[in-house]
């Protein structure tokens, strides 16, 4: 049978999105992606109505690969449905976890999430799709391979000496942030008509302040849960 799919769970700008693109790519399917939010509609039925028609072309282009992105925030509210909504929220994810425990197509899964307490539990149990992964911060090594990505997308580079400083100044920081502090640090240098230089770069990271640490409570909360 071909396999189901995937959940990866974790930390904001830390390459979930990014693992759906290079799965589409390292196994050369087109990749479709499913945005949850819009198929909501105010008409009674449409909602439903919606989601089996995405499913629907989903699998008129098998084999595909399925990005689901923020799958939390397009069934939030599920638990509370019949109160809110007249229970559309439900029907929708009713629809979308038996079609995920039911299909045969080759439609390959990636859903993508920050926050697990939104998911819905009947989500998380086995047979729905076959794995869930924790994308976590990346440590030193790895940020000193992100930063020498991104310089080298824009025609810089540093030596490794300067690249494993740099990696420690940047201690808590996602993969999306350090691009950010890049970017930054290339309009810094433009403004002071420089070049970039490890020091440049090196003061723009002290600028900024990472959601590890603004948001330390909820990333370590859901780190534990990874853990079990």
Same mark, same amino acid.
């Given at each position: 049978?071909?396999?189901?799919?995937?959940?990866?769970?974790?930390?904001? #700008?830390?390459?979930?999105?990014?693992?759906?693109?290079?799965?589409?790519? &390292?196994?050369?399917?087109?990749?479709? !992606?499913?945005?949850?939010? !819009?198929?909501?509609?105010?008409?009674? #039925?449409?909602?439903?109505?919606?989601?089996?028609?995405?499913?629907?072309? &989903?699998?008129?282009?098998?084999?595909?690969?399925?990005?689901? @992105?923020?799958?939390?925030?397009?069934?939030?509210? $599920?638990?509370?449905?019949? $109160?809110? @909504?007249?229970?559309?929220?439900?029907?929708?994810? $009713?629809?979308?976890?038996?079609? =995920?425990?039911?299909?045969?197509?080759?439609?390959?899964?990636? &859903?993508? $999430?920050?926050?697990?307490?939104?998911?819905?539990?009947?989500?998380?149990?086995?047979?729905?799709? @076959?794995?869930?992964?924790?994308?976590?911060?990346?440590? &030193?090594?790895? !940020?000193?391979?992100?930063?020498?990505?991104?310089?080298?997308?824009?025609? !810089?580079?540093?030596?490794?000496? @300067?690249?494993?400083? =740099?990696?420690?100044?940047?201690?808590?920081?996602?993969?999306?942030?350090? +691009?950010?502090?890049?970017?930054?640090?290339?309009?810094?240098?433009?403004?002071?008509?420089?070049?970039?230089?490890?020091?440049?770069?090196?003061?723009?990271?002290?600028?900024?302040?990472?959601?590890?640490?603004?948001?330390?409570?909820?990333?370590?909360?859901?780190?534990?849960?990874? +853990?079990?």
């Amino acid at each position: 049978a071909a396999p189901k799919g995937i959940l990866l769970l974790g930390v904001q #700008g830390c390459g979930k999105s990014l693992c759906a693109k290079a799965v589409s790519r &390292a196994w050369n399917m087109p990749l479709v !992606r499913f945005d949850v939010g !819009r198929v909501f509609s105010s008409f009674v #039925g449409s909602s439903e109505s919606n989601v089996r028609r995405a499913i629907m072309v &989903a699998e008129s282009v098998a084999p595909v690969v399925l990005w689901i @992105d923020e799958i939390e925030k397009g069934l939030a509210g $599920a638990q509370s449905s019949g $109160a809110t @909504d007249g229970g559309t929220m439900s029907r929708v994810m $009713a629809t979308l976890l038996t079609w =995920l425990s039911e299909k045969t197509s080759e439609v390959f899964v990636v &859903a993508t $999430a920050n926050d697990v307490t939104a998911l819905p539990p009947e989500l998380l149990r086995k047979g729905r799709l @076959d794995e869930i992964f924790f994308v976590d911060l990346p440590d &030193a090594q790895e !940020r000193a391979r992100i930063i020498g990505i991104h310089l080298s997308k824009r025609g !810089r580079q540093f030596s490794a000496a @300067d690249l494993a400083t =740099l990696a420690e100044a940047c201690d808590g920081f996602s993969g999306a942030e350090i +691009e950010q502090a890049v970017i930054s640090a290339l309009y810094d240098a433009f403004y002071a008509t420089g070049e970039l230089t490890p020091q440049v770069l090196a003061a723009s990271l002290r600028e900024s302040v990472p959601l590890s640490k603004t948001m330390s409570e909820r990333i370590a909360g859901l780190r534990r849960w990874a +853990e079990g």
